[in-house]
């Protein structure tokens, strides 16, 4: 699935945020701090079509594992044909992200991918799932999110220590990657 099903997706659904799926160069950008050396957890928000989910299962261990929470059913329909012992996948809100670790029988995550378009979000529910997501994360953990703007920083401070941003002109629409994290003199 590619643009078609994205503009088809945007037109019906106010949480879609992009026309297009990500490109490979933001997929690469966002995902290059993550060590797939070692068995990881990974919880990722938004997903789509998988783009992101296609290239972390090629690049995770075989005792790896990969949550996808999307909330657009067109979408979920699409991740559940992901055959891969790895994946669990929940049509929920990103919302929901503790009660699905938790169901997961984990206490943590190593990190959260996010491509949801917290600029949609009222501040309430934004900071709801940073503050959820900042709690999951382990010792060594990180958030990592892809948006269309610079506008997720300050949410960002109330929640972490460390925050980093890139950005990614190879994409449409341009994305603005951040990383953040609670770990102690990195930056």
């Given amino acids: 699935m590619g643009t078609l099903t994205y503009i088809k997706n945007l037109i019906k659904d106010r949480n879609v945020a992009s026309v297009t799926p990500s490109s490979i ?4 950008k966002a995902t290059k701090r993550i060590d797939f ?5 990974l919880v990722e928000f938004g997903p789509g079509t ?4 296609k290239y972390l299962l090629d690049n995770m261990t075989s005792g790896s594992r990969l949550i996808m929470i ?15 012992g790895r994946v669990s996948v929940y049509n ?6 503790e009660d699905i670790v938790f169901n997961e029988g984990l206490t943590g995550v ?11 979000l009222d501040a309430e529910t934004r900071n709801r799932i940073l503050k959820a997501s900042a709690n999951l994360l382990d010792k060594e953990g990180k958030f990592i999110a892809y948006q269309t703007s610079g506008h997720l920083k300050k ?14 002109f190879r994409n449409l629409p341009p994305m603005c990657i951040y990383e953040a994290d609670n770990r102690e003199g990195l930056f």
């Fill in 155 to 168: 949410p960002l401070e109330k929640h972490f220590r460390n925050i980093s941003t890139e950005y990614e």
């Fill in 110 to 120: 190593d990190y959260i991918l996010s491509g949801i378009p917290f600029s949609f």
């Fill in 92 to 97: 929920e809100s990103a919302e929901a992200v």
């Fill in 37 to 41: 050396s070692k068995n990881i957890t």
């Fill in 50 to 53: 998988g783009v992101f989910s």
């Fill in 25 to 28: 160069f933001t997929v690469k």
């Fill in 70 to 84: 999307e909330l657009n059913k067109t979408f979920v329909d699409v991740l559940y044909g992901i055959d891969d």
